[in-house]
């Protein structure tokens, strides 16, 4: 007997479905069980898991051969998802299961040798698929379930083992669905964070810089020696961002499902991503890719923070990958496999050192790298890199006793709060444009249509950029902070005052400004 039975596999961050075939016959004296359709290792590997499966549950074979077709053939299948609706369809080949309307489910799961069902990623993408296209339930593992349910009008049935499953497609078993209110989960959870701005005393122009950075989405780097409070700052600044909204929280939790970075108890991420990755990391786990894809930091950190410690030890060759992804907020990875196009919208935050031992320019301690030496020790940021990083601000060291006697920080709250109005005035000024959410994002049509410069304005940008030698992008780049910087000040136009705190972020431009 024939059966047919649906699932998907993943191709980037969507999902196709795969209809996979079974056919069972008498061969004789020999045993055959074949699964064809390019499956990789792991989908050939199910063979085993599925056997032994229903076998401790008690399901026999009463043939001896079987073939598996997973359709479409030409379309590489990866990961275990597929053992749960190729034992489906081998049970309903054997008459085990006996379902008029099994055409309207797909299955994803893998399984365990004892039959229980073991969770699988990428199932978000796949529960939007199935809508899609349809489908009125989904059977996925119940660990899986919640972040299944997210998707409205859609059955999703998160079930424990494989005998539970024929139970309940024979009749003989009855489950409820999974359900989740999606809007009343995201809205019910509160922010909380583990670092607040309030215990961060003095560095209140970096402060600054970072409220600015925040509420236009702007790149920013940091520049001081060890023990100023770089990192102390950096880890600090989700607390100031505004909250993703249900449309972003959504497109965020589906690149962390193909990643299986979603913890069990998650339907949701209610909180932008902050994705530190380590000086060692690879172009490939930076971007993403490899044979088997998966999102890479970039992609992670969508909607959120991507903060690079120590940015000159970074290989040269991962930091020029984020040139293109900086700009077009989006990366696309091309193999000889796949070519995929992922999101990439994030804010980018560097610290690094004033030179290879830390301490140039620092009030105490004793600099011992000679010109040559920090200027090769700067050259490992590019300058066109340098161009697409909106904020660069030196952090000063603070004396112990202005330390020890400084009062209490303004509080992340406070300045949330700023940070958000000024977000609501751009919301409002780029609803009309589908991919513009911030500043930052702003192409050169938008600049002339909501960031005009007086007469004012103009000719002290004009001085300034003569006397910095600046580029054309970093021009633009000041532009759109000074924007930034007027809507926290509530003004409707720019003014000069604005351009010359958006000109006084450009510190890494300025001629011999190490020395």
């Avoid at 890479?296 to 000159?312: K, T």
């Amino acid at each position: 007997m024939l059966s047919k039975i649906h699932s998907a596999t993943l191709q980037g961050l969507d999902a196709l479905v795969v209809t996979i075939e079974v056919d069972n016959y008498d061969s004789g004296q020999t045993t055959r069980f074949s699964i064809v359709g390019l499956p990789d290792n792991a989908v050939k590997e199910s063979q085993e898991r599925i056997q032994s499966a229903l076998r401790v549950n008690g399901y026999k074979s009463p043939f001896k051969s079987v073939i598996i077709n997973l359709a479409p053939a030409d379309v590489r299948k990866e990961g275990s998802g597929f053992d749960l609706p190729m034992a489906v369809g081998l049970m309903q080949s054997f008459g085990i299961i006996q379902c008029d309307n099994i055409e309207r489910f797909m299955f994803v799961g893998e399984l365990g040798l004892d039959g229980s069902i073991l969770p699988v990623k990428g199932i978000l993408p796949i529960s939007i698929k199935a809508r899609e296209l349809g489908y009125e339930a989904l059977f996925v593992p119940e660990e899986n379930a919640r972040e299944a349910a997210v998707v409205n009008k859609l059955k999703v049935f998160g079930v424990k083992n494989i005998k539970q499953v024929a139970n309940f497609l024979n009749g003989v078993l009855s489950l409820t669905p999974t359900m989740v209110n999606t809007r009343e989960e995201f809205y019910a959870q509160v922010c909380s964070f583990d670092f607040d701005f309030d215990e961060v005393k003095g560095q209140e122009n970096v402060k600054r810089a970072f409220e600015v950075a925040a509420a236009g989405g702007h790149n920013i780097i940091l520049v001081g020696s060890p023990g100023c409070g770089k990192s102390m700052m950096a880890k600090r600044i989700p607390s100031i961002l505004p909250p993703l909204s249900l449309g972003e929280s959504l497109e965020t939790t589906q690149i962390h499902s193909i990643a299986g970075k979603l913890r069990k108890e998650t339907s949701l991420i209610s909180q932008r991503p902050f994705r530190a990755p380590h000086h060692t990391v690879s172009d490939v786990a930076l971007i993403g890719g490899n044979q088997t894809f998966c999102p890479g930091e970039i992609s992670l950190a969508h909607n959120g923070v991507l903060y690079l410690d120590e940015l000159p030890e970074f290989s040269k060759h991962v930091l020029e990958t984020l040139r293109q992804p900086l700009e077009d907020h989006q990366i696309t990875i091309s193999r000889a496999k796949y070519s995929l196009t992922l999101p990439s919208s994030f804010m980018l935050v560097a610290s690094m050192n004033p030179c290879p031992c830390g301490y140039n320019h620092h009030p105490t301690r004793k600099c011992v790298c000679t010109p040559s030496q920090i200027q090769r020790y700067l050259n490992k940021i590019s300058g066109p890199l340098l161009d697409r990083i909106d904020i660069q601000i030196e952090c000063e060291n603070i004396d112990i006793d202005d330390l020890a006697n400084a009062p209490k920080g303004e509080s992340s709250a406070t300045i949330r709060e700023r940070v958000i109005k000024a977000r609501q005035i751009q919301t409002e000024r780029f609803k009309d444009y589908k991919d513009v959410h911030c500043n930052a994002q702003m192409t050169t049509a938008l600049m002339q249509q909501f960031a005009t410069l007086d007469k004012n304005c103009t000719d002290l940008l004009r001085t300034a950029m003569k006397r910095l030698n600046l580029s054309a992008r970093a021009y633009d780049r000041i532009v759109k902070v000074a924007r930034t910087i007027a809507d926290l000040s509530g003004s409707e136009n720019i003014q000069a005052c604005h351009i010359a705190e958006a000109v006084g972020y450009r510190n890494m431009d300025r001629d011999n400004w190490f020395e």
